[in-house]
């Protein structure tokens, strides 16, 4: 294996205007509180989920997942490892750190598997096939089960966004050879993924349990999530007093100037024209392929209710459907929600994302641009759909955490940026009922 991953996106540079990611308003991910582990559900039984399969095996990342099944496949001489041309760095730099040769094949636009362009895509050198279910919409994937059969082929189901649900009678993980998710996505975590197979024992892999300073790290980033946006109740303002002393420490020992703002330009205000995006970083590191999970992150995913998180995610992409049909500039892209469907995002596409992709994340509205960077060496043209889709496709969360007045505030000022009508509302109160 190689002892690095090479550098796989080619980022434009912008020498006169500042980088910086505003603050987000509203939480992007799942948040820690009480009720994310007891939950209140209204008694219906939550869809299948990776949590079912027979074989698991816990880890630190979702990208960690995809590296340790290929290592456990073994590639040999057949390298080739067929992927999306809609894709984003945890699913690229985990075949090139395992020695694999990425081929992308087209994908449709409902984000399903276009099967006839991967066959003519495979090569006697093709050992592997990754299929995503992008955004939490599961594809069906009897057919690409049945090819990769006919040719030998491993498939690994790729559930980073699609930890629950079923699709043509089939649950979730249950198709690949191999299924990895990442369980920070759906559960209030900041680390956590799995490996898992409903197919193949996976007692051979051996993992490395996490350090203490690994293990207690996991708890400290959780809660102190969870007291940016006031979730841990009465004990929120000393939490934050103690999180904002380690910040100070911190900066002490690294020998860092405080800094409570963004930097700007001539100590004008920062504007929504200046907001550049940041580099971008997938997370993947190939030393730690085989660090298990934290103890931290099983026993939250263990103690959460499970059709809680199901419900919520449903009722809260449906008030976002329901909200965005009429507005302009933009439709969703899944307009329906399937039964057995447990989405991470509401997608949307943008027709001019150019011009409110500023403004929505200077207002404070998390935004998630899955394939905003595709592999530099990705050959143009390859995909249309998906290059499309990597410029034109905003998510938005509608995770289970969310509060009803933020997810009123995210609606109200994505309706204001693409009208064009009415001052932006204001910053949501985070201890609103």
């Known amino acids: 294996m190689p002892p690095s991953v090479p550098r796989a996106y080619d980022h434009s540079s912008h020498p006169d205007r500042m980088t910086f990611t505003p603050p987000e308003h509203i939480p992007k ?11 209140s559900s209204k008694g219906s039984p939550s869809p299948p989920s990776l949590r079912d399969a027979p074989y698991q095996r816990p880890v630190n990342r979702g990208s960690l997942a995809i590296a340790l099944a290929l290592r456990h496949i073994g590639l040999s001489g057949r390298k080739e490892v ?48 990754l299929v995503p279910h992008f955004f939490g919409f599961l ?14 082929l491993i498939l690994i189901e790729d559930c980073a966004h699609a930890f629950f649900g079923e699709t043509e009678g089939c649950p979730v993980g249950t198709q690949g050879d191999y299924a990895i998710g990442s369980t920070w996505k759906f559960f209030p975590l900041n680390e956590g993924g799995c490996l898992v197979s409903f197919r193949h024992p996976l007692n051979t892999i051996k993992t490395r349990a996490p350090s203490l300073s690994e293990e207690l790290k996991a708890v400290v980033n959780t809660l102190e999530y969870a007291s940016t946006y006031g979730r841990l109740g009465s004990f929120n303002a000393l939490f934050k007093n103690i999180f904002h002393l380690k910040d100070w420490l911190v900066q002490r020992l690294r020998s860092e100037p405080p800094s409570l703002a963004p930097p700007h330009k ?16 997938s997370g993947f590191d190939p030393k730690r392929t085989t660090l298990s999970g934290s103890l931290w992150a099983r026993w939250v995913t263990e103690k959460s209710s499970l059709s809680f998180i199901v419900e919520k995610r449903r009722e809260n992409y449906q008030t976002l ?14 307009p329906h929600l399937p039964e057995g469907i447990v989405p991470h995002v509401f997608p949307l596409v943008m027709d001019q994302p150019l011009a409110v992709f500023g403004k929505l994340k200077f207002a404070g509205v998390p935004i998630i641009r899955f394939g905003e960077f595709l592999w530099d060496k990705m050959e143009k043209g390859t995909c249309p759909i998906s290059e499309d889709y990597s410029r034109r496709i905003f998510q938005f969360p509608c995770h289970q955490s969310l509060q009803k007045h933020e997810l009123n505030w995210m609606i109200q000022v994505l309706s204001a940026v693409l009208t064009g009508s009415g ?3 204001s910053h949501p109160d985070q201890h609103a009922p």
């Open 29 to 39: 991910q799942p948040v820690f509180d009480l009720l994310a582990l007891a939950g």
């Open 82 to 129: 067929l992927v999306p041309a809609y894709h984003c760095g945890a699913m690229i730099e985990p075949i090139l750190a395992e020695g694999g040769i990425p081929i992308f094949y087209r994908i449709r636009a409902d984000t399903t598997v276009d099967l006839e362009d991967m066959a003519q895509r495979r090569t006697p050198a093709t050992r592997v096939v």
């Open 139 to 152: 594809q069906p994937l009897q057919a690409v089960r049945a090819w990769c059969d006919a040719h030998d």
């Open 266 to 281: 001539s100590g004008d205000a920062p504007t929504p024209e200046d907001f550049v995006p940041a580099p971008f970083h």
């Open 321 to 334: 459907l329901e909200a965005s049909v009429n507005l302009p500039g933009c439709h969703p892209l899944f």
């Open 423 to 425: 001052s932006l509302p």
